[in-house]
């Protein structure tokens, strides 16, 4: 059965660092495109950022030049690194796997960043 399971959540002074981790199962991890996106209360879910079976990337705004992500096909694992955190990245992060025809959510993992 289909698992991905977030990890590396918690609370975070402002301008610190956190690196979180989506470690995947039951499915053909390095054909999907992993993604993490964020729910902010009172929010929609948007996305953070995208790495392509091909080892592209993609960023939202608010992302680039603080977040990276990454991908280890061999552990089946996708990692965002995330730098210079702000309180409002403070959310729920999630991972995401998809191809053109299905994809698959993790069950999120909360990531507080306050003074």
């Known amino acids: 059965q289909v698992q991905l399971v977030e990890s590396g959540g918690g609370l975070v002074q402002p301008g610190g660092s956190l690196s979180l981790s989506c470690a995947a199962s039951g499915f053909t991890f390095s054909s999907f495109a992993m993604s993490w996106y964020r729910q902010a209360p009172g929010k929609d879910r948007e996305l953070v950022a995208t790495?392509?079976?091909?080892?592209?990337?993609h960023y939202a705004d608010s992302a680039k030049g603080r977040f990276t992500i990454s991908r280890d096909n061999a552990k089946n694992t996708v990692y965002l690194q995330m730098n210079s955190l702000k309180p409002e990245d403070t959310a729920v992060y999630y991972c995401?796997?998809?191809?053109?025809?299905?994809?698959?959510w993790g069950q999120g993992t909360q990531v507080t960043v306050s003074a």
């Open positions: 995401k796997a998809s191809t053109m025809y299905r994809y698959y």
């Open positions: 790495i392509f079976s091909n080892g592209n990337t």
